[in-house]
């Protein structure tokens, strides 16, 4: 064991200040804006974390109205993606799909978010039906706008409607306009668009924090898979950045309403915005806070230095890192993009986070990288990033090992509007196609989809962004991939099955989980599909052997998903809660759930709204909105016990290759755990054996998992516990469940 | 011969918990060790020497994500 010192002598002499400017057409554009609609209205701060009131606003029809926060939604939803989750119920029918009109796109930030006292809590959550896996779906995304917007007087703001021509929502919280305009001719990729409309809609250089857009790209156009872009302005760069809300193509629904961008301008932002019940105990809080990270995150897990990319050689250390579609858990190219690489490229000009006061400031920026590629080929850009997502999911997991063609992926999928964890798996998914004789090059259009082809890469993610050749057949994602691909004779349907890393229509997230039981569950038990925010359980159940039984496992299956979902319905971010934690944890009881950041957690919550709160009720506030989408998601005809089936790839190895590269671990498990012999068998007999063990006890693990959440057998949220969390209050919500008992 | 998270590890005279996390790749930098169920902090684990047969949990903490 060696931790990964930093040698500030490494450091490549990057100038970041330098990439190229895209403001050239920025007075064409003023001159030729064109409103279609503006309103004024009276422009609020929180009391006590709200503002009671959220904005909706329909595109086509240029509808902009105010609704109120009632009690009711604050008691049950709380904020964030339970008010997203509030929203789009009420808005869509059992037969809305994702590009009718009346779907939604819901952004909310939750009644903590906004806060600058304590760590990671400049969240927002949005929530939409999702192109992907026709059910809602929920994505947490840092940068400005979330706040910005709640500092302008709404606590969500809904948008319905599809317009005729591309449109630009602004919300002036300062002299409070809201103004629909035509968007005009012009950037469509966020890096640009981002950069033009800061400089647009900022009254002068000092305004330029105070901005936020959201925004796309040209491949969310083409794809399903889009995503969405959150600025924020970085001082010391004098550059526009972004964080994104990737999962599950809400992108994709955004320019499927044409809507071009959403821009905000906000106050200045102070410490007291959010008018805070107990300002003494959030500042108390977040000053422990801030000198727990300051001590101990040198020697704890480096967030401030290395960001989550910090778990690029651990997982590898771990075999649990995905290479080549998750057939593999490690890489001896690995080092070419672990920390150690990253700690030298990016420019650490200072700490760096995506909102006010956050002291784990875990974004990272690898300046002066010059495209080689695409339409910007040439152009010298500032890459967010990598994040250990896009580390393992553009890198190891398609084998590109080569560090600047992953920035440049990560560069691409960013300003294109794509998500880097869904693109990742997409791509391992058609390379290992390509190996299998599944895919060659007549299908792909010429593209030799090989491991590690970086350049064929990134041509399909070019093609994507035109909405041409093989890349828009990519750009379906991986599970209507699959069923083209079986449609068209091109293969073994089980063997397409069984490599095709998604569960609901979503792509898995970067994590191995084959021999993590537990895992497996965290990833297809959930309720917008396989994204690792829900659970990671992975060292208590498979290093630690910390939960040996099918009740330990869905005890951990029913707490963290939960705790989790907290963090999305108030506006934090997940990674302050255990990428640090207190000198004395390893003496507390259930270390594993940082108790003393929990207390934080139900203290700020408390010290911010007024309602005193413990540690048992904020997993019942969640269980309330976690039941409540169980049950959206049956209302939209998903949601049920064979809607959480995994591809197999993700219990256990599909190929003898995968098989024979670890027949040591596989064989002892024939022994150990199904009391059998190994020798004398063949390596189709033994996958056989391991086929059936696998797929039974994941059966098993479903079982108990439902039992403990209080569900049927069949995945349904029983009557007893509807009522149990005061749900039976919505008639809706008892009728859909009734069909199902 | 120890165990270490219920697997066994060929023991040796002398070995400590750094000799431990060395032999199992632990590398993840959030850990709390017992040794027969007693915590043994991170500035120890270069000094304190295993017994033979010692029950040893290292546990690592949630990270990912």
């Excluded at chain 1, 200072?350 to 910007?376: N, R």
């Excluded at chain 1, 009557?719 to 008892?734: H, I, N, S, T, Y």
Aim: hydrophobic share 35%; net charge negative; charged share 25%.
């Amino acid at each position: 064991m060696s931790q990964l010192v930093f040698d500030p002598t490494k450091v490549m002499p990057i100038d970041h200040t330098k990439r190229t400017e895209y403001l050239d057409g920025l007075a064409a554009i003023k001159a030729d804006r064109k409103v279609l609609k503006e309103i004024t209205y009276t422009p609020s701060l929180p009391d006590k974390g709200y503002n009671n009131r959220s904005l909706y606003v329909n595109v086509d029809t240029l509808e902009i109205t105010e609704k109120p926060v009632t009690q009711q939604m604050k008691d049950v939803f709380i904020g964030g993606r339970g008010f997203g989750l509030f929203h789009l119920w009420n808005a869509v029918k059992p037969t809305t799909r994702w590009n009718d009109p009346e779907n939604e796109i819901i952004i909310s930030p939750g009644p903590v978010a906004g806060m600058t006292q304590y760590a990671g809590t400049g969240k927002s959550l949005v929530v939409s039906l999702s192109p992907q896996t026709d059910i809602p779906i929920d994505s947490n995304v840092g940068g400005y706008f979330g706040p910005l917007l709640k500092f302008s007087g709404f606590d969500a703001l809904e948008l319905q409607g599809k317009a005729n021509k591309d449109v630009i929502l602004f919300i002036d919280g300062v002299k409070g306009i809201i103004r629909v305009e035509e968007a005009p001719v012009g950037p469509v990729d966020s890096h640009v668009l981002g950069e033009v409309l800061t400089h647009l809609y900022a009254e002068d250089e000092a305004d330029l924090p105070n901005i936020s857009v959201v925004s796309t790209g040209a491949a969310a156009e083409h794809s399903l898979i889009g995503m969405l872009n959150f600025s924020f302005y970085d001082r010391r760069r004098k550059c526009v950045r972004f964080k994104q809300a990737g999962r599950g193509g809400i992108g994709t629904v955004f320019r499927d309403k044409r809507i071009r961008a959403l821009v905000v301008r906000g106050p200045k932002v102070a410490g007291d915005l959010n008018h805070p019940a107990d300002p003494k105990t959030i500042a108390k809080t977040g000053i422990k806070y801030h000198k727990e990270i300051r001590e101990n995150d040198p020697h704890q897990c480096m967030m401030r230095r290395n960001g989550t990319a910090h778990i690029v050689e651990i997982m590898d250390a771990y075999d649990l890192l995905p290479v080549h579609n998750f057939q593999y858990g490690s890489h001896p190219d690995v080092h070419r993009i672990d920390s150690s690489y990253w700690q030298q490229r990016c420019t650490q000009v200072t700490v760096d986070g995506c909102w006010y006061g956050c002291s784990m400031a875990c974004a990272k920026g690898a300046d002066g990288l010059i495209l080689q590629t695409g339409p910007y080929k040439g152009d010298m850009v500032t890459v967010d990033g990598p994040e250990y997502e896009n580390a393992a999911g553009l890198g190891s997991n398609c084998g590109v090992f080569d560090p600047d063609y992953l920035l440049e992926l990560n560069f691409y999928c960013d300003t294109y509007g794509i998500c880097t964890i869904t693109y990742g798996t997409l791509t391992a998914f058609v390379m290992e196609c390509y190996q299998r004789g599944i895919l060659d090059k007549q299908r792909t259009g010429g593209l030799e989809m090989t491991w590690g082809n970086a350049e064929a890469d990134l041509e399909m993610m070019h093609q994507m962004a035109r909405g041409e050749g093989f890349g828009k057949i990519a750009g379906m994602g991986v599970k209507k991939m699959k069923e083209y691909f079986i449609r068209n004779g091109y293969g073994d349907p089980q063997l397409i099955n069984d490599i095709g890393m998604e569960n609901k229509g979503l792509e898995y997230s970067q994590y191995m989980s084959k021999e993590s039981l537990a895992q497996q569950g965290g990833y297809a038990l959930t309720n917008k599909g396989p994204q690792h925010d829900e659970a990671w359980l992975i060292f208590m159940d498979m290093v630690n052997k910390q939960l040996p039984t099918f009740e330990d496992k869905a005890e951990a299956l029913y707490y963290f998903p939960l705790f989790r979902t907290w963090f999305g319905l108030n506006g934090f971010c997940k990674l302050p809660w255990n990428d640090v934690v207190p000198s004395d944890n390893a003496s507390q009881p259930e270390p594993q759930k940082v108790p003393e950041h929990v207390q934080n957690y139900v203290d700020l919550f408390s010290a911010t709204t007024g309602i005193q709160i413990d540690k048992e009720e904020l997993i019942r506030q969640s269980a309330k909105v976690y039941n409540f989408q169980r049950v959206f998601n049956i209302r939209m005809g998903k949601g049920l016990r064979l809607h959480d089936a995994a591809p197999y790839r993700s219990l256990g190895p599909v190929t003898k290759e995968e098989y024979e590269s670890r027949a040591e671990r596989y064989d002892q498990q024939i022994v150990t755990e199904m009391g059998l012999d190994p020798k004398g068998k063949s390596t189709e007999e033994k996958m056989a054996l391991h086929r059936e063990w696998r797929t039974g006890r994941f059966s098993q693990l479903m079982d108990a998992v439902y039992t403990r959440r209080g569900w049927t057998l069949d995945g349904v949220p029983t009557l007893a516990r509807l009522q149990e969390l005061g749900l039976d209050a919505f008639p809706e919500v008892v009728a859909v469940v009734k069909q199902h008992l | 011969m120890i165990l270490v998270n219920e697997e066994p590890l060929a023991w040796q005279v002398g070995m400590t918990v750094r000799d431990i996390l060395r032999a199992k790749n632990y590398r993840f930098p959030m850990l709390i060790i017992h040794v027969n169920d007693t915590l043994i902090p991170k500035q120890d684990y270069d000094t304190t020497v295993v017994p033979d047969e010692a029950v040893v949990k290292v546990i690592h903490l949630i990270s990912g994500g």
